[in-house]
């Protein structure tokens, strides 16, 4: 019986240090690690414009129809750049359903920046991205949608240019993926622009 007791009071002893260490200290320690050396990302990468509202997170694309917008990647997520809802179409290489909808999307792409029929389209701007939020766009993508917003917002095409270049991000560690434009920031520096004119 007595051993019983031992192994019993052991048994809680662990449990009880357990909980301690792994619901309360390790929470705590990876929570004052984040905030001390990255603070921007645990905390969501908000951007909050100069009034101090936050517009949304540089991690997660938003939809812009408007033609004065640079329009980010197709999404999938819910009804579309849902962030509770995120993922891709599932749809195959094989899916007729694909297929019809990049057809039309390289359609309506053509139409809104004023391409000709035969000018190629790049491939982010008509497939969704495998979480739906993507928030970057091609440079390529960027250069395309350029004169359309150029024309509407009465902007001079080197500065509108000048604030592509300082709303892309570089490839991550310079050689993983490609530098990519950031759909959110750029129109939010497009949208203050016009603001301080």
């Known amino acids: 019986m007595k051993f019983l007791f031992i192994q019993l009071r052991s048994s809680i002893m ?8 792994c619901c309360g200290l390790y929470p705590l320690a990876v929570y004052a690690l984040a905030q001390t050396f990255f603070h921007n990302k645990a905390n969501g990468s908000l951007i909050v414009d100069t009034s101090g509202t936050v ?5 997660l694309a938003q939809n812009f129809a408007d033609d004065k917008y640079f329009i980010p990647r197709p999404s999938a997520a819910g009804n579309g750049y849902d962030a509770t809802s995120s993922g891709g179409s599932n749809l195959g290489p094989t899916s007729q359903k694909l297929a019809d909808a990049i057809k039309e999307r390289i ?8 391409l000709k029929d035969s000018d190629p389209v790049p491939a982010d701007a008509v497939t969704d991205s495998a979480s739906g939020l993507d928030p970057h766009i091609s440079l390529r993508n ?10 509407i917002r009465n902007l001079d095409m080197d500065k509108l240019q000048e604030l592509v270049h300082q709303n892309t991000d570089a490839a991550d560690f310079a050689i993983l ?7 959110l920031k750029l129109n939010l520096a497009l949208d203050q622009l016009n603001v301080t004119k």
């Open 14 to 21: 662990a449990v009880l240090v357990l909980a301690v260490v």
């Open 177 to 183: 993926g490609e530098p990519g434009v950031n759909v």
């Open 55 to 59: 517009r949304g997170s540089a991690l």
């Open 107 to 114: 359609a309506d792409y053509r139409k809104k920046n004023g």
């Open 142 to 151: 960027a250069e395309l949608q350029s004169p359309r917003v150029a024309k």
